[in-house]
Nanobody
Framework: QVQLVESGGGLVQPGGSLRLSCAAS????????MGWSRQAPGKQRELVAR???????NLADSVKGRFTISRNNAKDTVHLQMNSLTPEDTAVYYCNAYGTGGDYWGQGTQVTVSS
């Protein structure tokens, strides 16, 4: 089964930046879409950003202009560059990959935006 390993989370001050990374490994399958979702306390998990194999991206309205998603298809990795972070961005961020092998999720990485 595919494993998604996330990194880059942590504590950052408002206005700061973080770069999340996710690498897929374990099983070989064709990945159609990779992305990031997040879940804040008391809220449902929401899709933050996604990118397909052709490079087309989709961002949630709440992060447009601040976040950028990118991927390296050869390495099966996806990155989320997060700029101008606010406390409302505080959440557990989950990496997701969807492809011929199914739908896979990482364990999540905590992002805390606080002064």
């Amino acid at each position: 089964q595919v494993q998604l390993v996330e990194s880059g989370g942590g504590l950052v001050q408002p206005g700061g930046s973080l770069r999340l990374s996710c690498a897929a490994s374990g099983s070989i399958f064709q990945i159609y879409t990779m992305g990031w979702s997040r879940q804040a306390p008391g809220k449902q998990r929401e899709l933050v950003a996604r990118i397909d194999s052709g490079g087309s991206t989709n961002l949630a309205d709440s992060v447009k202009g601040r976040f950028t998603i990118s991927r390296n298809n050869a390495k099966d990795t996806v990155h989320l560059q997060m700029n101008s972070l606010t406390p409302e961005d505080t959440a557990v961020y989950y990496c997701n990959a969807y492809g011929t092998g199914g739908d896979y999720w990482g364990q999540g990485t905590q992002v805390t935006v606080s002064s």
